[in-house]
Every structure is written in C-alpha cells, then in structure tokens.
C-alpha cells in the first residue's frame, strides 16, 4: 500500500521534465542548418575565451586571498579560573557574536580560510588547554566575544603549550575526520551544562603516559549568517521533507494544522512527531548556524598507545548522539579495512587542513550553536577533572592599567597581566598610590615587587627608606644603583657580619640642621620602645620614665656643644647615677624639675630595668655602638626626606634589640614627616618608606603605628607595607592600612587570613581560592583614576624584569660616604661622654669641660675625643 507521504513526492515529475527538456533542446539544434551552427560558434569564442580570463583571475585571486589569510591566523588559549561558569544564554550569546566574524562583502574569496577553530589540546603537564584559533581580522572580534564570560584570562598560546620540539619520525601518528552519519537536519544531542561537555574530552587528553604522547580536537566552525544562514536553513528543510515526505504540507505540519485536516493511520503519526521534533530542535531556539569541520590527531611512541587515545578521544563524543551522530568519515571495506584520513592518498590532505586551518570537510556538516554549546566555552567548575588549565581565582578583568615605562617618573611598576598579545608589565601612577599593604607567603614574590618598585622610584629621582631586617633585598637593590644614584645612597648594615666602620652616625638627641623638633624626637624614642618591646596599658611606668629620660637629654642637648650631645646611651647614666641626675635637673622645665626630685627616688630600684637592660644590651653590640654612639649625626631622616636621598637600612632579625632598632628607625621616620607641617604642600617632597616584616613595628598595645599611619600621608610620605600574614597585625594598624589604602595585593594565604583579605572585596573571590595561588602570583586590588578597581588577577615581577640593563657589580662602594668616625674612635667617645656632659653641665652648660680626677669620680674616657665634622 502507498502511503500519501509518497504520493506526494516531487521527484518523479522533476525526471520526467527534465528529460523531455533534454529531448526538446536536441531536436532544435538537430533543424540548424551546419553552417550557420559553425557561424554561431565562431561568434561564442571570443566571449568563451573572456569567461574563461575573467573565471582564472577569480580563482588565482581566490587562492591567494586564502593563502593570505592562512598565514595570518593567530591562537590564543582560553584560561578559565576554577569557578568559572558558563549559563546557556551566555554560550548563545558568545555564538551570535563569533557568527558576526563573517564577511558579508567578497566572503567568499577567503572563505575557506576564515573559520573559527577551537582547539582541545594538552601541555606538558597532560592538562586540557582550551585554544582559540582566528584570522588577525577577527582578533578583535573575538575579543569582544570572550567578554560575554566571566572569569577568563587570555595568554599567548605559546606560553601556554611550550615551545614545540621537533618529533621523531618513529612516532606513530593517527588521524580521524568526524562527519554527521545521517543528513544535518538530524538533530545530535543537546548536552546539559552539569556534568560539563567537555569532561570525558579533559579525560581522554588527560590520560596520555609520557610527554610524548599528545592527543588534540579541532573543531572548526564556518558561521553562516545572512544569505548563507538562510541558505542553509533552506537546505535543512528540503533535506527534511526528502526524508520525510512533508511535501507542501511542510509548513501545517510545524504549525499542526494536517492533523485536523484527516485522521492519519499510527504509523505516520509517529514519523510526522519525529520529524516535527527534529526540526524543532535543530531550527529553532538554536542559535546560530555553523558548517563544521571536525579534525582528531593522535601521536604517540607506539601505534597501540596512539590507538588507544583515539579511542579514548571517539568515546567522548559518544553522548553527544541521539537522532544523529558523529562518525569517522572514509570508505569502509566490510570485513578488511577502513579506509579514513589515514589513508595514504587523504593523510596530506588532513596534515594540511590540521596544520593551516583551511576549511575543507569531507561531508557538508551543518551544526547549531546548541549542537555546539560544549564546544563554545572553556571547561567549566561542572568539569570533574583535575587536569584541566586553570588561572585560579574567579576575578574581574584588569583595569587599563598603563604599562610601564622605565623613563617615567610617576609610573610605579605592579605586576604582570596577561593577554592574547603577551604579558606586559603594568604600573599604576604616583599620584594615585599612598599606601600599599602586600600580603602572602614567604618565597611567593611579594619582597620581589616591593623591591622593584623601590628601585625604581629612588632611580627616578624619588627619596624613600628601604627597611628590610634580612639584608637580602638590600643586597638586590644595591647593584642599580650604582653610577647612577650612588651620591644619594646612606646605608645602615646591622645583619649579620655587619662592620662597626661602616656605620653612618645617627643620634636621636642632636639638633640642627635637619635634626626636627624636640618633642618629635622624644616621641619617636618613646614610641619605638612602645612598640618593640610590646609595652601597653600595664607599663605606664617603664613608659613614662622612657618619655622623662628622652625629654631630659633633649632639653640639655640644645644647651651643650654638638661634640657633647647625649646619645641613647646616656639613658642609664640619667637613671642610676645621682650626681649626674642632679647636673642635669637644673636645665630642665619645672614639672621635670618635680618628677626627678620629688617622685623618681620614690620608685624602687628595679623600676629602671626594663629600660637600662635594653639600652645596655644595644651598647653591647659594636655595630649598634658606633650607629648610636656619635653625637654628631651623619644620617637625619627629615634631612633625608628634604633631599631625597635613598636610605638602606637592615635592623637585623635577631630579636628583641634589633627589632627596637627597626622601631627607632621608623618612628623617627614619621615624627619627622609630622614635623613638615610647617611646609607649604606643594614643598612636601614624596618620600617613599617600604616596610618588610610590617609586624615587627607594630606594638599591639600602642596602637601608635596606625595613628602615625592615618595621618602621615598629608606630610608627604608614602608607604608600602609587607608582612606574611594579616592576622599578625594589631587590630587598629590594620583597620588603618585596609580603610586608607590604595592598593592591596595578595599572594598565598592561610584560610584565616585569606578570610580577613576577602572581606575587604565583599567576599569574592573565595578564601579557598586564595589559598591555592600559585607562586608569583597575587589577586590585587588598585587604585587606577582615583577609584578603586574590583580584583584582579596579577603575576608577580622581579627586578630584572623591570630593569633591562644588567647590574654594573654586586656591591656599591657606599662606606666612607656616610659615616664621620672609626670603630675605635666612637667607644673612645662613648667612654668620655658622661664624664665631658657632667663637666660641661657644672660649668653651665655649652663649654668644654675637663675631666673629675677627685676621689669622688674617675674619667670614663682617655681624654678629649673630637668627632670628625661631616664633609660639608
């Protein structure tokens, strides 16, 4: 029985006619006469012959347009972080925009060479890279597209796989071209997001058991839009109703108008739903259309391994069939062979096509954006695998950051972002940074951007301290600076090995030119033994007598010579001895006049302890010594900041002393900046102080640290912080440092303190996230235009990065520049000094004095030492 589906049928009528044109044509040239069909002939040969001109200049033109347009191809790989995600709508979306690459003017010159090739392919570590192959002109096109997706970082491909190395020509090498197994308008799978596509793709690559086995998918994709779409979609529908036999009726069947009309046997009404469902799946709410070109290449140190990633490579596309599916296009020969891409006379031609791009499939594939949906993003958090290439964190992309140019002064350099272009270093602008807090583990790069930073800044003509209690990031430092800055450089070495000659001369109680103000100076002393020894609530006393003792050698330091001024040292002589006390109470203000005669003798004996020991204990040290011990100072901070010199200066990691060391240095750093009020603005020359080991400076009683840190900035200065964990910050320093803030970067962190740095970025990206960041690299957060940027992701630089120039030597000539006085000469001074201050003060104050030698006091010293005067 014939079913109205084939009654209907238009294929024997358009025989029929045709075959009676074919008769009608030949009995009109048959009544020609001969020699006017010669004549006829004669005039067609010019017109045959421009046809021809005019069809070989199109096809030359075409073949080098292609050849072209090939050579200007270009990959990127495709880096998503481990949260990343991609809904439906957004692959659709990232699908219509790819779709626009198409040229509609003269596209079909080069078209065969301007598809879209995604690349799943493996690195040395056997990890999916998802690659993304375009012509130059649809760069930016692609670009555009890619920002549809959060969460993505595009590097160079190069970067990404290696450098290729040249492949043993006994590798075993298999090849397969995939093709639709039935018509396109079949409809394959529609995969759901979760799990992802792309996973058994992510196993398959992932399973290969030596560096020399490499597995990769190219899928290709023509868009068609506009004419060609609808062309297509054309095609789809006369493939649809060969197959079905919808004939004219094709339209009511969609809309399901032709059940109305009649009442049609089971049969054809489960052939008619069929094929309304594969229509309605491959037509519409598709998204875009695409011709595709799928290529699989195999390679591996034996055939039986390559067979076996192929193999893996065809099962994952297995669940991407339903009414149709993907198949190894070739010849088969039942029983014997297969003859597909690997066969002798189609390998070049696949070799070429795998290699350049061209678009040459061996069966017209019609895919829909759905079809593709696996294919149009990178893998995905769904994607279960763990060999998948990730860039970590979930972040925003960077802002445009300029990049960084040595030869500018108000650049500072950050880090490194990357692109489809390569990485380059980014900077962000003096006038835009105050504060910097970088956080994160030791040995993941953070002193190494502080260091290029500095060195940086103090090249192009900018002041700063550098306090690093190691020495190492001094030792880094220093070979740039040479013949270049060297004049400006003071270096204070108290690590270990350190030479007591090579110290500069720094006494906290000297006053002149560049010394700062009194009550500043006493300040920063109190303040620094505050914070290093941890005093707080509970050691009011050992503070307050720290404040008088300062105050006291301040008040007599202005009536003494400058060869006479009280050094630190002179604190325990103040304290335990009488006769010396009582020189000194006369000079003073008449409170201070009270407190020593009237309730110090009240304190017991112990009282002075805390203080004397640890005044002792940096007399006891020979490099300290000679730093503190001269009264004439080689090294003023406020001079320093004046003039915009470059202080090195390592406290040392040992402990208690040097980390008061590092205090006094900083502390009298920013009294000293407090004390430029009386400056005009516009006169506050920057000065730019890095601290390593923040924690060190930071009493977590005091709380002076985040108070001197708040206000500061309006005097000019400028500080970038670093330290391994937040969490070892006082509350206060922290709370200053994360409201006042202008950039924060972080590399690896614990849990805890990956916790406190996310909150500040209203929790994302996640703590766990921050816990697993690679080595050099940080998630940052800046200020870019005077507004802060949301997280981003940031690789790490050294100072060779930043710098391309090589290092002149390995260590500046600074001794002899900053220090006035020998070793020896310092503790010959230091053991008159009591004696020479008493004598003066007895005397009136300001005179050189002689040496007691009554019974009551013997001399300290072995007479009158003068201190060399700095080389003006």
Not at 359 to 379: D, H, N, S, Y
Not at 657 to 664: E, G, K, P, T, V
Request: charged share 25%; with cysteine; glycine share 8%.
């Amino acid at each position: 029985m014939i079913s109205k589906s084939n009654r209907s049928d238009p294929r024997p009528m358009l025989a029929i006619f045709a075959v009676a044109l074919l008769i009608a044509l030949w009995r009109s040239l048959s009544n020609l006469p001969v020699d006017q069909l010669l004549a006829s002939t004669r005039l067609l040969v010019p017109l045959a012959l421009g046809t021809l001109a005019i069809a070989s200049a199109l096809a030359t033109h075409r073949f080098l347009a292609t050849r072209r347009l090939l050579r200007s191809r270009r990959t990127i790989a495709i880096v998503p972080a481990d949260e990343f995600d991609a809904e439906p709508e957004a692959v659709l979306r990232f699908a219509a925009q790819l779709a626009a690459t198409e040229r509609r003017v003269a596209g079909w010159v080069d078209r065969r060479a301007s598809a879209i090739r995604i690349k799943l392919a493996g690195d040395a570590a056997n990890q999916l890279v998802y690659l993304v192959e375009v012509p130059e002109r649809s760069s930016q096109a692609l670009r555009t597209a890619l920002r549809t997706f959060e969460g993505i970082e595009e590097r160079p491909a190069e970067e990404v796989l290696g450098a290729a190395a040249a492949a043993p020509s006994e590798r075993a090498v298999l090849r397969t071209e995939l093709v639709l197994a039935r018509p396109s308008v079949e409809p394959l799978a529609r995969l759901v997001p979760q799990p992802d596509p792309l996973q058994p793709f992510a196993a398959a690559i992932g399973r290969g058991r030596s560096e020399e086995e490499a597995a990769s998918v190219c899928v290709d994709l023509l868009p068609a839009s506009g004419f060609r779409g609808t062309r297509l979609r054309r095609r789809l529908r006369r493939e649809a109703r060969r197959l079905h036999g919808a004939g004219s009726d094709w339209s009511a069947l969609l809309s399901g108008e032709g059940r109305r009309r009649s009442r049609p046997d089971p049969d054809e009404q489960v052939e008619r739903r069929g094929t309304v469902q594969a229509v309605d799946a491959k037509l519409r709410d598709s998204g875009e259309l695409f011709e595709a070109q799928i290529l699989l290449r195999c390679e591996a140190p034996t055939r039986g391994w390559a067979e076996a990633a192929m193999s893996g490579l065809l099962a994952a596309f297995r669940p991407m069939a339903d009414r149709n599916r993907l198949r190894a296009a070739g010849l088969p020969i039942p029983g014997l062979a297969f003859l597909g891409s690997d066969f002798p006379l189609w390998r070049r031609g696949f070799d070429q096509r795998y290699a350049t791009g061209y678009f040459k499939p061996a069966r017209k594939t019609i895919l829909t954006a759905r079809e593709l949906a696996g294919f149009l993003k990178p893998p995905t958090v769904h994607c279960g695998e763990r060999n998948v290439l990730r860039s970590g964190a979930l972040l925003s992309p960077p802002p445009e950051l300029p990049t960084f140019d040595p030869d500018r002064a108000d650049l500072i350099p950050l880090g490194r972002i990357s692109s489809e272009s390569g990485k380059r270093i980014v900077a962000v602008k003096t006038e835009d940074t105050f504060f910097t807090y970088i956080a994160g583990r030791s040995r993941y790069g953070k002193t190494e951007t502080a260091i290029a930073q500095f060195a940086h800044l103090v090249r192009a003509g900018h002041g700063g301290l550098f306090i690093d209690p190691h020495g190492d990031g001094l030792e880094r430092i220093e070979p740039y600076l040479s013949d270049v800055v060297a004049e400006r450089v003071v270096r204070i070495d108290l690590g270990p090995g350190a030479s007591p000659e090579a110290q500069p001369g720094w006494n906290l109680f000297e006053f002149g030119r560049g010394a700062g103000d009194g009550e500043a100076r006493v300040e920063a002393v109190v303040d620094a033994f505050s914070s290093a020894l941890e005093w707080g609530d509970r050691s009011t006393r050992a503070i307050n007598l720290t404040t008088q003792a300062a105050s006291a050698l301040a008040t007599i330091a202005r009536r003494l010579d400058a060869e006479l001024a009280p050094t630190i040292f002179q604190i325990p002589t103040l304290l335990s001895d009488d006769e010396w006390r009582e020189a000194v109470v006369p000079f003073l203000s008449r409170p201070e006049q009270r407190f020593w005669r009237d309730r110090f003798p009240l304190l017991a004996a112990e009282a002075i302890t805390p203080v004397t020991n640890m005044v002792d204990r940096l007399r006891a040290s020979s490099p300290i010594a000679a730093l503190l011990g001269q009264s004439r100072s080689t090294y003023r901070v406020r001079e320093a900041m004046d003039e915009g010199k470059i202080v090195l200066a390592c406290p040392g990691a040992g402990g208690t002393r040097d980390r008061l060391i590092a205090n006094l240095l900083l502390f009298d750093l920013l009294h000293a900046a407090r004390g430029r009020a009386e400056l005009a603005p516009e006169r506050r020359r920057p000065f730019w102080v890095f601290l390593d080991e923040v924690q060190s400076y930071d009493g977590a009683a005091s709380g002076n640290l985040a108070a001197l840190l708040e206000q500061s900035a309006k005097f000019g200065l400028r500080a970038v912080l670093l330290n391994q964990n937040p969490e070892r910050l006082s509350p206060a320093t922290l709370n200053a440092l994360t409201t006042n803030r202008s950039h924060l970067l972080a590399s690896t962190l614990n849990s805890h303190a990956a916790g406190l740095v996310t909150k500040e970025w209203g929790g994302q990206p996640s703590p766990k996230a921050m816990t697993r960041l690679p080595r050099f690299r940080f998630v940052a957060q800046v200020t870019h235009g005077g507004a802060l940027s949301s997280p981003f992701a940031l690789g790490g630089v050294r100072i060779e990065d930043v710098f391309e120039e090589k290092p002149s030597g390995p260590r500046l000539p600074f001794e002899g520049r900053t220090h006035s006085a020998g070793a020896g000469d310092v503790r010959a001074h230091l053991d008159g000094l009591d004696d020479r201050i008493l004598d003066a003060l007895q005397n009136g104050g300001g005179a050189q004095g002689k040496s007691r030698t009554d019974g009551r006091r013997r001399p300290r010293g072995s007479g009158q030492v003068r201190i060399a005067r700095k080389p003006e």
